[in-house]
T-cell receptor
Framework: DVKVTQSSRYLVKRTGEKVFLECVQDMDHENMFWYRQDPGLGLRLIYFSYDVKMKEKGDIPEGYSVSREKKERFSLILESASTNQTSMYLC?????????????FGPGTRLTVL | RKEVEQDPGPFNVPEGATVAFNCTYSNSASQSFFWYRQDCRKEPKLLMSVYSSGNEDGRFTAQLNRASQYISLLIRDSKLSDSATYLCVVGLTFGNEKLTFGTGTRLTIIP
C-alpha cells in the first residue's frame, strides 16, 4: 500500500527559529514535492525533486530550502521562520514509471509560527 | 489569470441529486488532467484521471474539452459521503513532475 509519512502533524515554532519538516515515502518514487496550502489560495508548490540530490524551485520557494540525500526522504527547511509561513505543509511523491501521473500525499504538517 | 480556476462554492446539494463542477485551465499545452478529493483536515487523494474521450467510475463522470480548455466532474445519486472539497488538477506534461492545483470546490450533501 502506498505510504507517505510526515514527521509531525502539528508544530509550533517561534519567529526566527530554524524548522525542519521531514517527509518519507516507501514506494521507491523518483519525484517528491513540497506544497503549502492556505485558505483561498489552494496548494502552492514550494520545491520539488525528481531524483536524489536534485531539486527544482516551485512557485513560491522564497524563505525555504530543501534536501534530498536519499531517494525516500525529502526535507523542507525554513531557515528563519516567520509568521507568514504559518500554514499547512503537504508532501507528495510520484513515480516516473508507467503512464500514471498520480501524486500521493502525506497527512500534512500544520505549522504555526508565533 | 489563474492557471486553474474553479468556483469555490459552497455547493449544498440534497442527497440523491446530481451535481456538476467545471474547471478551466489557461495553458493550452496542458497534457494531464485530474480530479482530487480532499476531506476536511485530510490530505488530497486522487479521485480520477480525466481522459480526452471522457471517463466514468461508478457515479462519477469526468470530461475534458480541450477546445474550450475546461474539465468537468459529474456526480450522480450523491451520497452524504461525497461531502468534500474537489480539486481540479492540471499537468503540463506526462512524466509526472509539476501539477497545478485549483483552489477547490466545496461540496456538502444535505440529508
Amino acid at each position: 500500500d502506498v505510504k507517505v509519512t510526515q514527521s509531525s502533524r502539528y508544530l509550533v515554532k517561534r519567529t526566527g527559529e530554524k524548522v525542519f519538516l521531514e517527509c518519507v515515502q516507501d514506494m521507491d518514487h523518483e519525484n517528491m514535492f513540497w506544497y503549502r496550502q492556505d485558505p483561498g489560495l489552494g496548494l502552492r508548490l514550494i520545491y520539488f525533486s525528481y531524483d536524489v540530490k536534485m531539486k527544482e524551485k516551485g512557485d513560491i520557494p522564497e524563505g525555504y530550502s530543501v534536501s534530498r540525500e536519499k531517494k525516500e526522504r525529502f526535507s523542507l527547511i525554513l531557515e528563519s521562520a516567520s509568521t507568514n509561513q504559518t500554514s499547512m505543509y503537504l508532501c507528495a511523491s510520484s513515480s516516473k514509471r508507467g503512464n500514471t501521473d498520480t501524486q500521493y500525499f502525506g497527512p500534512g504538517t500544520r505549522l504555526t509560527v508565533l | 489569470r489563474k492557471e486553474v480556476e474553479q468556483d469555490p462554492g459552497p455547493f449544498n446539494v440534497p442527497e440523491g441529486a446530481t451535481v456538476a463542477f467545471n474547471c478551466t485551465y489557461s495553458n493550452s499545452a496542458s497534457q494531464s488532467f485530474f480530479w482530487y478529493r480532499q476531506d476536511c483536515r485530510k490530505e488530497p487523494k486522487l479521485l480520477m484521471s480525466v481522459y480526452s474521450s471522457g471517463n466514468e467510475d461508478g457515479r462519477f463522470t469526468a470530461q475534458l474539452n480541450r477546445a474550450s480548455q475546461y474539465i468537468s466532474l459529474l456526480i450522480r445519486d450523491s451520497k452524504l459521503s461525497d461531502s468534500a472539497t474537489y480539486l481540479c488538477v492540471v499537468g503540463l506534461t506526462f512524466g509526472n513532475e509539476k501539477l497545478t492545483f485549483g483552489t477547490g470546490t466545496r461540496l456538502t450533501i444535505i440529508p
